[in-house]
């Protein structure tokens, strides 16, 4: 009895002193409101790191360890944004913190291990490695960061080390392709023959599917295995690993022991003190109801459809309901229904909501059994055919039909329209920009179209089509971007599907088609290894399923998060009323026992409180209501995604249809396809969304913040610049200096539709002023990042040391054209400012375009898309200094903002005047202007001076005017002119790179002095999270490259987003007295953007040669690419880097 009171009192006593150690640790309760505010500026800063808003995530994470100074994980998070910023001091101060606070954490040893690594310390950063392995065996990243340190401090016995710690990776993932590789090559490197020989024999058992080039290197590999030096193998195995590594398999089992060497370490994504919210949505409301209220019709019709449709993008959506005769809009519009003859009722697609022309008001598209029309909303809100201004012929808009989809299937920009044809495959209407269409047929293969939807299901970025036809059959095409699709192969056992719908079901990220078989069974059809092959499950069971799945009945799936739970559910709705299927926090679905009686056509908020309720018929063709009466009061958000609604861009459709939008609230992730004006999410008992991730149907990211949970918020796309920078020391700081090369030789660079661009030069000059280039340790430093979704090839750079008289001037000539400019340096006398200058509306523009002082002259206005402006010039007066005769030149600064691929073909397929470069005018002697020299180009990007010969262009007895004259988006900062010089003055030093070296440094932030100015880089403020959706294949690996920079011949640094060459010169001694000194870089390579549109946008490949003009096509295979056949040594020696999208797909997911 006494001991049992000791015990007692003893754990009385125990708990007294944790709760004192609690209150004395700086920690927030649970229930507190500073728990709540520590829960948000740690998730909000962790999804900051994550998607790379450095600004952001350190002034989260600075505000977390205030609220919660003794929680170990927000100072490790802290310390690892110091880590990425290569801040190493900072680093090590927030580091040792967590340390301290938690002295027995893996994690915490393991971003410690990787400072030290960093600074170079490795008997330390070995230490820390090792500790980290001891307090977690089973993280198997940490395994292997250890065995590659031990390895790297060399010796037998660190090399033995090494060896035993991989074969503890593949004891605990037996299967692990990248390990087993990984163990083979330490086994060879030793000359463990032994070892070598049986991982050999294991990695020959999995080979049998493996292409030709993998198979090839895996028998040079066995036969060096068997060869009397076995220590030759270990170069073999690196061989095959540099194959494999595009093998789906064999790149997850590396995913799961290797970070990929652009990102640096991994942050902690749960506290470590106190409990952290959880990922599972939260429990389901199984006692959800509905009510059902009558909406008043005066016509006392009978209805045979019904939807929500969203007129605006804002408020509460309006009831739209129609039969086979009109359209009624609920307190509004009524239009005619193409019914036909017969007066068919509308199939359940049979009205589409869709802005068509980028007004952000939703027009109506009506498909029937008598045919297609399109109504236009205007201002008033009132709806006007506009069928015959489709220009399409009456074959199309008399034909008839099973429904409309909106889609845009060439990735341009504007929504296109899928029609199903009641015979026959279906058609697309192709949004031509201009309130015309034309017909494509992209999809022969598929009949009568019961169902389409728009998803990217294989997670390259663009969207894909599924369509269902009226038999049951499903069908996915890949998008092959450009309007080019492939049939894909689906399971033989989905032949009898009743609907489908789109949902990332099982929340990897991936979407998912979600499959209603004539059975009842749903089943889950998600892709497997990159869109090679399919995975399928089934999810859920309809009960009853015969009274809600007639042979004859057209049923509806809908997905939506009735409960806002944060799980979506699942809705079968027919003529016997709708069935509901609620996911629970364990991701399964239950059954609501009271479903709504009525059949449900779309789900919406239709009384603004947040939950979404169905706008449904009764069973006598009544529209209703059917009001969401939840009991548990959970969180919800709405995002209303939204384009750039200035003139003049376009680049996306006006409500960013066809992209997507990820959350993150908490450790709770969700994905959607944006389908309408209005997404939303249940967020179950998380009170706000702490990122919100957009990615625009054309592939940009963009992401917002802290958005307070029960309220609709604005998603806006922001506007993005283009290619390489290039930043100098210029004796204080590295600062930017312009867009350098390479920027003109754009490969599959799509002109319009049918045409790319013909790369006919790849050296380009630009000039750096003797201000912004100076001296620092005997050396010249420059640097070029690569800010964009781009990929660079560099084959060259070479530094001009220019020295020139005073009084004397020099420049190279920026700009892109049909006839390229000479490339040398022109020497001219001090540039003067025109008389005057004059725009094309007569106004005095002389101020703006005087001096080179970030005005610009912006007086022209913007045109229908990027790029693009109505036509204008610039007309410029000489003065009586000038000389009458002689060479002399025009120089222009300013710069362009370019179009792209996409926007290229938006614009052939309309009405709107292609781009015209800039040409040369001046007056005759009666005063009528003439063209003296067309095709002038344009500035290759930003900060750049363009020349033009003004010698012998004045004709007689005219004025000494000239226009400077185009429609593209040029901005002009200064116009001068200057006599040309002799360039026999010039004394010209060519320098070679003594160091190049390729690292990752990041994204540097922009911003920008005024609404007409160019962004600019600061290279002080970065980014370090991987920012784009790289183009798949093999990059250069971080190092030395500077073999590859040496001479123009086809070997070159492949580059990608986020990576930085860092090029040396060796300085020369100062210029002479009376002499000023100027620089220029010489740059040769390619540059391929990840526009959709471009040719060949998802990959490395083709690569680029000075044999080739038009890159219009690519080998399948690596080996296949003439410049790998030519050097292929450099892929076993340069370009062992292999880069996958996998870390931007993944960059809110926490494993």
């Known amino acids: 009895m006494i001991h049992k009171r000791y015990l007692y009192l003893l754990l009385i006593?125990?708990?007294?002193?944790?709760?004192?150690?609690?209150?004395?640790?700086?920690?927030?309760?649970?229930?507190?409101?500073?728990?709540?505010?520590?829960?948000?500026?740690?998730?909000?800063?962790?999804?900051a790191l994550q998607v790379g808003d450095d600004a952001r995530a350190d002034a989260k994470l600075k505000q977390a360890t205030e609220l919660a100074p003794d929680e170990p994980a927000v100072w490790a998070n802290w310390g690892l944004l110091s880590l990425r910023r290569r801040e190493f001091?900072?680093?090590?101060?927030?580091?040792?913190?967590?340390?301290?606070?938690?002295?027995?954490?893996?994690?915490?040893?393991?971003?410690?291990?990787?400072?030290?690594?960093?600074?170079?310390?490795?008997?330390?950063?070995?230490?820390?490695?090792?500790?980290?392995?001891?307090?977690?065996?089973?993280?198997?990243?940490?395994?292997?960061?250890?065995?590659?340190?031990?390895?790297?401090?060399?010796?037998?016995?660190?090399?033995?080390?090494?060896?035993?710690?991989?074969?503890?990776?593949?004891?605990?993932?037996?299967?692990?392709?990248?390990?087993?590789?990984?163990?083979?090559?330490?086994?060879?490197?030793?000359?463990?023959?032994?070892?070598?020989?049986?991982?050999?024999?294991?990695?020959?058992?999995?080979?049998?599917?493996?292409?030709?080039?993998?198979?090839?290197?895996?028998?040079?590999?066995?036969?060096?295995?068997?060869?009397?030096?076995?220590?030759?193998?270990?170069?073999?195995?690196?061989f095959l690993r540099n194959v494999l590594v595009r093998d789906a398999e064999y790149r997850r089992g590396l995913d799961s022991i290797k970070t990929p060497p652009e990102i640096v370490g991994e942050?902690?994504?749960?506290?470590?003190?106190?409990?952290?919210?959880?990922?599972?949505?939260?429990?389901?409301?199984?006692?959800?109801?509905?009510?059902?209220?009558?909406?008043?019709?005066?016509?006392?019709?009978?209805?045979?459809?019904?939807?929500?449709?969203?007129?605006?993008?804002?408020?509460?959506?309006?009831?739209?309901?129609?039969?086979?005769?009109?359209?009624q809009i609920a307190g509004g519009a009524k239009?005619?229904?193409?019914?036909?003859?017969?007066?068919?009722?509308?199939?359940?697609?049979?009205?589409?909501?869709?802005?068509?022309?980028?007004?952000?008001?939703?027009?109506?598209?009506?498909?029937?059994?008598?045919?297609?029309?399109?109504?236009?909303?205007?201002?008033?809100?009132?709806?006007?055919?506009?069928?015959?201004?489709?220009?399409?012929?009456?074959?199309?808009?008399?034909?008839?039909?099973?429904?409309?989809?909106?889609?845009?299937?060439?990735?341009?920009?504007?929504?296109?329209?899928?029609?199903?044809?009641?015979?026959?495959?279906?058609?697309?209407?192709?949004?031509?920009?201009?309130?015309?269409?034309?017909?494509?047929?992209?999809?022969?293969?598929?009949?009568?179209?019961?169902?389409?939807?728009?998803?990217?299901?294989?997670?390259?970025?663009?969207?894909?089509?599924?369509?269902?036809?009226?038999?049951?059959?499903?069908?996915?095409?890949?998008?092959?971007?450009?309007?080019?699709?492939?049939?894909?192969?689906?399971?033989?056992?989905?032949?009898s599907v009743r609907a489908f719908a789109v949902a990332d079901e099982n929340s990897d990220g991936l979407l998912d088609l979600i499959l209603l078989q004539a059975d009842g069974v749903v089943f889950r059809l998600s892709d497997k290894s990159e869109g090679l092959d399919w995975e399928t499950a089934e999810i859920a069971r309809l009960s009853n399923a015969p009274n809600y799945l007639h042979q004859d009945e057209r049923v509806r799936l809908l997905v939506a998060d009735l409960d806002n739970n944060g799980g979506l559910d699942l809705v079968s709705s027919g003529t016997a009323g709708a069935l509901v299927l609620l996911k629970d926090e364990?991701?399964?679905?239950?059954?609501?026992?009271?479903?709504?009686?009525v059949r449900a056509f779309s789900a919406a908020d239709l009384n603004a409180d947040g939950r979404l309720d169905f706008a449904g018929l009764t069973a006598d063709g009544k529209p209703v209501r059917v009001i969401n009466k939840g009991s548990k009061n959970y969180h919800w958000q709405v995002i209303r995604p939204r384009a750039q609604e200035t003139t003049g861009d376009r680049r996306v459709n006006s409500f960013g249809v066809g992209g997507e939008i990820e959350i993150r609230a908490g450790l709770l992730t969700q994905k959607q396809v944006i389908t309408s004006p209005l997404v939303h999410f249940g967020l179950g008992t998380q009170g706000q969304t702490d990122v919100a991730r957009v990615i625009w149907p054309n592939g940009f990211p963009d992401a917002e913040f802290e958005l307070k949970a029960d309220q609709a918020v604005l998603a806006e796309q922001r506007l993005k610049g283009s290619c390489p920078s290039l930043f100098a020391y210029d004796g204080k700081e590295m600062k930017f200096v312009k867009d350098c090369a390479p920027w003109s030789p754009a490969i599959g660079l799509r002109i319009n539709a049918s045409q790319t661009l013909e790369v006919t030069q790849t050296e380009e000059w630009v000039k750096i002023r003797g201000d912004q280039l100076a001296p620092r340790e005997g050396f010249y430093d420059l640097r070029i990042t690569a800010e964009l979704w781009e990929t660079y090839y560099l084959d060259h750079y070479a530094l001009l040391v220019v020295d020139h008289p005073h009084g004397t001037e020099v420049f190279v000539d920026e700009r892109t054209a049909r006839?390229?400019?000479?490339?040398?340096?022109?020497?001219?006398?001090?540039?003067?400012?025109?008389?005057?200058?004059?725009?094309?509306?007569?106004?005095?523009?002389?101020?703006?375009?005087?001096?080179?002082?970030?005005?610009?002259?912006?007086?022209?206005?913007?045109?229908?898309?990027?790029?693009?402006?109505?036509?204008?010039?610039?007309?410029?007066?000489?003065?009586?200094?000038?000389?009458?005769?002689?060479?002399?030149?025009?120089?222009?600064?300013?710069?362009?903002?370019?179009?792209?691929?996409?926007?290229?073909?938006?614009?052939?397929?309309?009405?709107?005047?292609?781009?015209?470069?800039?040409?040369?005018?001046?007056?005759?002697?009666k005063g009528n202007w003439v063209v003296v020299q067309p095709h002038l180009g344009f500035p290759s990007g930003k900060n750049k001076t363009i020349l033009v010969d003004l010698n012998g262009i004045f004709r007689p007895n005219a004025p000494r005017r000239l226009r400077l004259s185009t429609n593209m988006e040029i901005y002009w900062d200064a116009l001068e002119w200057a006599a040309g010089m002799p360039e026999a003055q010039l004394k010209i030093d060519r320098l070679n790179p003594a160091t190049a070296d390729l690292r990752f440094r990041g994204f540097s932030e922009m911003s920008r002095a005024g609404k007409s100015a160019p962004e600019t880089p600061?290279?002080?403020?970065?980014?370090?999270?991987?920012?784009?959706?790289?183009?798949?294949?093999?990059?250069?690996?971080?190092?030395?490259?500077?073999?590859?920079?040496?001479?123009?011949?086809?070997?070159?640094?492949?580059?990608?987003?986020?990576?930085?060459?860092?090029?040396?010169?060796?300085?020369?001694?100062?210029a002479a007295d009376g002499w000023m000194r100027d620089y220029v870089l010489i740059g040769n390579g390619w540059i391929k953007d990840g526009d959709y549109n471009s040719m060949f946008s998802k990959t490395v490949l083709p690569l680029p040669s000075r044999a080739e003009r038009y890159y219009t096509k690519a080998a399948a295979r690596l080996e296949d690419d003439p410049v790998y056949q030519k050097y292929p040594q450099d892929w076993q020696n340069y370009h062992t880097r292999y880069v996958t999208p996998q870390s931007f797909t993944d960059a809110l997911r926490v494993k």
């Open 13 to 47: 006593l125990s708990l007294i002193l944790a709760g004192a150690c609690r209150r004395t640790e700086k920690l927030p309760e649970k229930s507190s409101a500073e728990y709540r505010a520590l829960v948000s500026a740690f998730y909000v800063g962790l999804a």
């Open 89 to 238: 001091d900072a680093a090590a101060e927030k580091l040792e913190k967590a340390r301290t606070l938690a002295p027995d954490h893996a994690q915490i040893y393991v971003l410690l291990g990787l400072l030290e690594s960093s600074r170079g310390k490795l008997t330390e950063a070995i230490a820390h490695l090792r500790r980290a392995v001891e307090l977690n065996p089973k993280d198997l990243k940490a395994l292997y960061l250890l065995a590659s340190e031990v390895e790297r401090a060399g010796g037998d016995a660190s090399e033995a080390e090494a060896q035993t710690l991989v074969a503890k990776i593949l004891e605990a993932q037996p299967d692990n392709l990248a390990a087993l590789l990984e163990l083979t090559r330490l086994a060879a490197k030793r000359g463990d023959t032994e070892t070598l020989q049986k991982n050999v024999a294991r990695i020959g058992a999995r080979a049998g599917n493996w292409p030709t080039e993998i198979r090839e290197q895996f028998d040079a590999l066995q036969s060096a295995a068997q060869s009397s030096n076995p220590r030759a193998a270990a170069t073999r195995v690196a």
């Open 267 to 327: 942050p902690v994504a749960r506290f470590i003190k106190l409990e952290s919210p959880t990922s599972a949505p939260a429990a389901p409301d199984e006692h959800l109801s509905f009510n059902i209220e009558p909406l008043t019709d005066e016509s006392n019709a009978k209805w045979e459809w019904v939807g929500a449709v969203s007129l605006t993008g804002e408020g509460t959506p309006a009831i739209v309901y129609a039969n086979g005769r009109e359209v």
């Open 335 to 495: 239009l005619a229904f193409p019914g036909g003859k017969t007066a068919a009722p509308p199939a359940p697609n049979g009205v589409l909501g869709i802005d068509y022309n980028y007004d952000f008001k939703t027009d109506l598209a009506l498909a029937g059994a008598g045919g297609f029309r399109l109504f236009k909303q205007n201002d008033s809100g009132a709806f006007a055919d506009v069928t015959s201004q489709t220009k399409l012929s009456s074959a199309v808009t008399n034909a008839a039909y099973t429904g409309a989809w909106a889609a845009d299937i060439e990735l341009d920009g504007d929504l296109d329209i899928v029609l199903g044809a009641v015979k026959g495959s279906p058609l697309v209407l192709q949004n031509n920009g201009d309130g015309t269409f034309k017909e494509i047929r992209p999809f022969a293969e598929t009949g009568e179209l019961l169902d389409f939807t728009w998803a990217d299901f294989d997670g390259d970025g663009d969207p894909d089509a599924g369509l269902l036809d009226t038999l049951g059959r499903l069908r996915v095409y890949a998008n092959e971007r450009a309007g080019q699709f492939r049939a894909r192969n689906v399971p033989a056992n989905f032949a």
């Open 586 to 597: 364990k991701g399964k679905f239950k059954s609501l026992q009271q479903p709504p009686g």
């Open 819 to 925: 006839v390229a400019p000479e490339l040398k340096v022109y020497a001219t006398a001090t540039p003067h400012t025109f008389a005057q200058a004059l725009d094309e509306r007569g106004q005095d523009v002389t101020d703006i375009v005087r001096a080179s002082d970030g005005r610009f002259l912006d007086t022209f206005g913007l045109g229908s898309h990027q790029g693009i402006a109505p036509a204008h010039y610039v007309e410029l007066e000489l003065g009586n200094d000038a000389p009458a005769t002689g060479p002399l030149w025009l120089i222009a600064h300013g710069w362009l903002h370019p179009t792209d691929a996409s926007i290229n073909v938006a614009i052939s397929q309309s009405s709107a005047a292609p781009p015209q470069d800039l040409q040369l005018q001046v007056p005759d002697e």
């Open 1018 to 1070: 600061e290279y002080h403020v970065v980014d370090t999270t991987q920012r784009w959706r790289d183009l798949v294949g093999y990059y250069t690996r971080f190092g030395d490259v500077r073999e590859l920079l040496m001479q123009v011949d086809d070997r070159y640094v492949i580059s990608n987003a986020g990576d930085e060459l860092l090029l040396r010169f060796a300085a020369l001694p100062a």
